[in-house]
């Protein structure tokens, strides 16, 4: 074999080593962010099954209980309500009870009651007393149920959480940058003695920073493109595995991962190509042998 053909086959295998280097460290990065955002996605799921609980007087009638659904729909806090009758709680309670209530009182003890699902920026214990304050002065309303502990012990268990994912993100995103910086540093250091020969020969910095910076963006693109495939598949899987994922993974959460991997895929393999370059254009030629 020629030493034209060994030049080459390096050549080839450093690029291949550079793309599985690069996509591997994009995967890790596309899944710190996929996690990040699903996190956020589901406590925002959580508090938004928060369950404020309207008691309707026993004189209301139909078209007071619609004029109050309107009204709640009207609310900024308001994300979703459900109408309960009170043959439908006394059918509930019958079920959970085993037992029917009206049968030994002689008549149905429960009353008709919205059953209000807030919007998860309001699921917080001062919000949640400012609304049911506001809520029992309305006519329709004898009583407003929430539960301020739950409310509570959820925010604060959230807030812990989110605490701890913004490290463990923060801490993965760094290792990510480092391992970038390292492949594309590797692979400019081993054409070192070419950046130098070109320097001498009176090549502008610019002209010389050009090959190594397509280069790498081709190496960034195509990692990207792979990791996207391969992080695509991962929630493809996990969908057709339980349907129930699709309310934390969303397309927004998928289509903001695959746009991170593409940035991070270009934007990182080119920064670090440029600042590596100019570190070897700025060394004397005792230093390329250190």
Not at 28 to 55: F, K, P, W
Not at 94 to 118: I, R
Not at 143 to 157: H, K, W
Request: net charge negative; hydrophobic share 50%.
């Amino acid at each position: 074999m020629s030493k034209t053909s060994s030049y080459s086959l390096f050549g080839r295998m450093q690029w291949l080593t550079s793309c599985i280097s690069t996509t591997l460290v994009l995967l890790l990065l596309g899944l710190v962010v996929l996690c990040s955002l699903s996190a956020y996605r589901l406590s925002e799921a959580v508090r938004e099954n928060l369950v404020v609980t309207l008691i309707l007087d026993d004189d209301v009638d139909s078209t007071a209980t619609a004029d109050l659904m309107s009204y709640l729909a009207l609310q900024p806090y308001s994300r979703e309500m459900t109408l309960v009758s009170a043959e439908e709680a006394l059918a509930e309670q019958t079920e959970a009870m085993g037992t029917d209530p009206s049968d030994f009182l002689g008549q149905n003890p429960f009353t008709a009651s919205v059953e209000m699902n807030v919007c998860s920026e309001y699921a917080q214990p001062d919000s949640l007393e400012v609304i049911a304050d506001e809520l029992r002065l309305l006519w329709q309303v004898s009583d407003v149920v929430y539960q301020p502990e739950l409310a509570e012990s959820l925010n604060s268990m959230l807030q812990r959480a989110a605490i701890v994912l913004a490290v463990l993100a923060l801490l993965l995103t760094f290792v990510s940058i480092v391992l970038i910086n390292n492949t594309v540093r590797l692979s400019v250091y081993s054409r070192r003695f070419i950046i130098h020969t070109m320097r001498l020969v009176g090549a502008s910095w610019a002209f010389i920073r050009r090959p190594f910076l397509l280069r790498s963006m081709a190496i960034g693109l195509v990692a990207s493109v792979v990791a996207s495939a391969v992080l695509v598949g991962i929630v493809e899987w996990m969908l057709a595995y339980d349907a129930s994922v699709a309310t934390v993974i969303t397309r927004q959460v998928t289509a903001v991962m695959l746009g991170a991997v593409f940035v991070s895929g270009l934007l990182l393999t080119l920064v670090c190509t440029w600042f590596s370059v100019g570190r070897f254009l700025r060394m004397r030629e005792s230093e390329l042998y250190k």
